[in-house]
């Protein structure tokens, strides 16, 4: 089996949506089943993790308010940023037993008011144009997942990683790391995908590292974002990784480049909120295993 470069380069993004993937539906599925003390512990474990599964803790908000303990609900999303809460609580079935506490309208102030905030702050026209480079991106990388061996789709490939990373040179030179009060968290997820695919320059990644490092102190990016990056500096400049996420083929068999320390390996990734490498490494294998005939 023969894995372009590219596919690998991008399987560690891709493992870490199967993963939640895969918890959001053990949870959903207890949801489902009205199994709500269930339904809360699973969710609760996404919303525990460092750092945090989007989306969980107002899920598990949701879940103990279900199974009648509105006290662990209402402490749940008093404790989680306004961004990280639906749209729709005001409105929430769900969360309708906690609406004669006198803390609910007190919570609902306060997403209001943190919303019109961050709404003021956003920069739409950066995140239209960081949008449409990353429809730019996919696309590129969908046809080339689709025909890996035609050389003018990988070419065409390679142009727009180019075009892509002078844009990202100019505005991190200018503006630094946009952190999630300008661009969100997804923005932010927008903004690690064109740096992961500035393989071109892996001087300009080592910049941007030293950029993420930063804005991850301060709770403006991803600490998640963070170990891919650096495991991708590190291999360029000839190192060892530290988290184990990136991979090769050996023999035709996939397994992670070389790892320093590899007996705490488990330890680095836990601290991040990362599944262990073997669930990671299983996470791969099934993205690319080669289909049954």
């Not at 002078?166 to 923005?187: F, I, M, N, Q, T």
Request: with cysteine.
């Amino acid at each position: 089996m023969r894995i372009p470069r590219f596919l690998i380069a991008c399987a560690g993004v891709c493992a870490i949506a199967a993963t939640h993937a895969a918890d959001h539906r053990s949870a959903l599925g207890a949801y489902k089943a009205k199994d709500y003390p269930a339904c809360a512990r699973l969710y609760g474990q996404q919303a525990d993790r460092t750092p945090p599964v989007r989306g969980a803790a107002y899920d598990t908000a949701c879940c103990l308010a279900l199974a009648g303990d509105s006290e662990g609900a209402l402490s749940r999303l008093e404790a989680t940023p306004s961004d990280l809460l639906r749209s729709h609580i005001a409105d929430d079935a769900d969360l309708v037993s906690l609406h004669d506490d006198p803390r609910w309208q007190v919570l609902l102030a306060r997403y209001r008011g943190d919303m019109a905030s961050l709404v003021s702050r956003r920069d739409d026209a950066l995140l239209d144009e960081l949008q449409h480079r990353i429809d730019k991106d996919q696309e590129a990388r969908n046809r080339a997942m689709r025909d890996p061996e035609n050389a003018a789709v990988a070419a065409t490939l390679g142009e727009v990683d180019r075009d892509n990373t002078a844009w990202l040179k100019a505005y991190l030179a200018e503006h630094g790391w946009p952190g999630y009060d300008l661009v969100g968290r997804s923005g932010s997820q927008g903004f690690f995908l064109l740096a992961q695919h500035a393989d071109q320059d892996p001087a300009f990644q080592e910049q941007v590292l030293v950029m993420l490092h930063d804005a991850v102190s301060r709770q403006q990016a991803s600490g998640i974002h963070l170990a891919y990056l650096t495991d991708r500096v590190r291999l360029a400049q000839g190192k060892p990784q530290l988290y184990g996420t990136q991979f090769h083929t050996v023999d035709g068999k996939l397994q992670p480049q070389a790892i320093e320390d590899a007996e705490h390996v488990e330890a680095r990734r836990a601290a991040l909120g990362m599944e262990s490498l073997a669930e990671y490494t299983a996470n791969i294998e099934d993205m690319y295993a080669t289909p049954a005939k």
